[in-house]
């Protein structure tokens, strides 16, 4: 009869979920939030994680601790601020802020688990084995932004004259630019218009670009999906502002600051869900068994005053597919 009480007692255990790192020290996890940009810039997306954190069952300074690294758009110091938050021993890794991030994460630890939130293809990036399976310590959600480039020039299109340009703006230091420069010429070959692959590193290039954009008289711009370009929004729209160029942006962020329009998903959905996932392997789950989300709802914003400014008349089928249509 013992014989018999200890193995259901065994099976009931091994039937447990696998207590995460703070916990098995009998202490308040400790989550680490690892960022390419700044407290400021990402606000909103840090709110909706922790609104997916406490759907979770995690409050900070409650049950849970958050020790937050910004890079300030500065991505050569993510490795070292990675390797801060392994030696912190945090439970948790989030890595927001684009692929970058995530790949600094990944290499500074094999064994803590790691959630990411991304805008390309975490496959071909390297970060996981697959979107059902992502295998090792880490998982997320993405945006697949790769797959909207196709679109965004599809509005831009509608605007440019016929024989204009469309200029694809990238940051060269990104780790996306091989990938998302053959995704522009799949795309210009889809659209059938001259597309013309422009550089900025740094905010304070901003202007000059668009500067010499407006010289070769561009029809629009369409900024890559970006940490540097989301970050540096205000920059951004100001820029296109003083060269009265059309710009298609990613995030609704954008033409509410004044920019001509956006295509893309919601961030704060994504964050959400990286805070659901980060409770959940708090509780115990694996992230190898956690899989890959994808953004699920995608919005057309677009900036009426901001059109008329410009001198672009808006198309009555695209206002009327408009998601939301700031006036």
């Known amino acids: 009869m013992r014989r018999r009480r200890f193995i259901a007692g065994l099976g009931a255990a091994v039937a447990l979920p696998f207590p995460a790192r703070g916990q098995r020290q009998g202490k308040t996890p400790v989550v680490g939030?690892?960022?390419?940009?700044?407290?400021?810039?990402?606000?909103?997306?840090?709110?909706?994680?922790?609104?997916?954190?406490?759907?979770?069952?995690?409050?900070?300074?409650?049950?849970?601790?958050?020790?937050?690294?910004?890079?300030?758009?500065?991505?050569?110091?993510?490795?070292?601020?990675?390797?801060?938050?392994?030696r912190q021993q945090v439970s948790v890794i989030v890595s927001a802020g684009g692929t970058?991030?995530?790949?600094?994460?990944?290499?500074?630890?094999p064994t803590i688990p790691i959630v990411f939130s991304v805008g390309g293809d975490p496959v071909k990036a390297g970060l996981v084995a697959s979107?059902?399976?992502?295998?090792?310590?880490?998982?997320?959600?993405?945006?697949?932004?790769?797959l909207l480039i196709t679109k965004r020039f599809e509005l831009a299109r509608d605007f440019v004259p016929q024989g204009a340009a469309i200029a694809y703006l990238l940051n060269?230091?990104?780790?996306?630019?091989?990938?998302?420069?053959k995704d522009v010429r799949d795309a210009a070959r889809v659209i059938n218009r001259e597309i013309r692959i422009s550089f900025a590193a740094a905010t304070e290039q901003f202007d000059g670009v668009f500067a010499r954009l407006a010289q070769e008289k561009i029809g629009a711009i369409i900024p890559a999906d970006d940490p540097l370009f989301t970050n540096g929004g205000a920059q951004l729209v100001a820029a296109a502002a003083r060269h009265a160029i059309p710009v298609i942006y990613q995030y609704r962020q954008f033409p509410v600051a004044g920019g001509l329009m956006s295509y893309g998903p919601k961030l704060e959905d994504n964050y959400h869900q990286v805070g659901i996932y980060v409770g959940r392997?708090?509780?115990?789950?694996?992230?190898?068994?956690?899989?890959?989300?994808?953004?699920?709802?995608?919005?057309?914003?677009?900036?009426?005053?901001?059109?008329q400014t410009l001198g672009l008349?808006?198309?009555?089928?695209?206002?009327?597919?408009a998601d939301e249509v700031i006036e």
């Open 33 to 86: 939030l690892l960022g390419a940009g700044s407290a400021q810039g990402y606000a909103a997306e840090v709110a909706a994680f922790h609104a997916g954190l406490a759907e979770a069952g995690f409050i900070e300074h409650q049950n849970v601790s958050i020790e937050y690294r910004w890079a300030d758009d500065q991505l050569d110091r993510l490795p070292g601020l990675a390797a801060d938050l392994v």
């Open 100 to 109: 970058a991030t995530a790949l600094a994460a990944k290499a500074a630890t």
């Open 131 to 146: 979107l059902n399976r992502p295998g090792a310590n880490i998982t997320g959600v993405t945006a697949f932004s790769d």
């Open 172 to 181: 060269p230091n990104s780790p996306n630019s091989a990938m998302r420069e």
């Open 281 to 307: 392997i708090l509780k115990g789950e694996h992230p190898a068994d956690l899989p890959v989300m994808r953004s699920s709802k995608f919005t057309l914003i677009i900036n009426l005053k901001t059109a």
């Open 313 to 321: 008349t808006v198309p009555p089928t695209l206002l009327a597919r």
